[in-house]
């Protein structure tokens, strides 16, 4: 049989064949304005990315984005605010839950937030949020895939 490869959230390496992999679905937002983008700092790894997460069971992929939204970073999005503009399927082992999942990832452009940004972190998965200059990307723990995304808004936002 066959195995892929995943990683966990730390790098380190697993294999497991295609059954065993667990299905998940997830949606994050990119939000950019004036130049800087909208981040969050993952406690665990200390990366930064971008709000959003696992859609729960008999949410949409919209309802779940907009969960995450309010739970990671304290703004709100209204559904008229998003666009889907990217997706791929990543592999990886989650430490938690110690299995691996086949994850399907959604990615939307938001064009606009309301409320207050809570700054401090959501007390669980997120360390803080903050506005990232996109000038200053290179100096903050982004992975190459999320700066990629980060282009690729930004082309498509003109």
Excluded at 22 to 40: D, F, P, Q, W
Excluded at 131 to 146: F, K, R, V
Aim: aromatic share 12%; net charge negative; charged share 25%.
């Amino acid at each position: 049989m066959v195995k892929i490869t995943c990683h966990d959230i730390l790098g380190n390496e697993y294999q497991f064949v295609e059954s065993a992999y667990g299905e998940r679905t997830g949606a994050y937002g990119v939000y950019i304005c004036a130049g800087r983008v909208l981040l969050v700092k993952d406690v665990t790894t200390g990366n930064w990315d971008f709000p959003g997460g696992k859609i729960e069971s008999g949410e949409t992929l919209l309802e779940g984005l907009q969960r995450e939204y309010v739970e990671e970073t304290g703004l709100n999005i209204g559904s008229s605010d998003m666009e889907q503009f990217h997706s791929f399927t990543e592999y990886f082992y989650d430490l938690t839950s110690q299995k691996p999942w086949k994850s399907e990832r959604y990615f939307y452009y938001i064009s606009k937030v309301r409320g207050n940004m809570r700054l401090i972190g959501n007390g669980d998965d997120i360390a803080e949020a903050r506005m990232i200059s996109i000038a200053e990307i290179d100096h903050y723990l982004i992975t190459s895939t999320t700066k990629t995304l980060i282009a690729s808004a930004m082309k498509r936002r003109g």
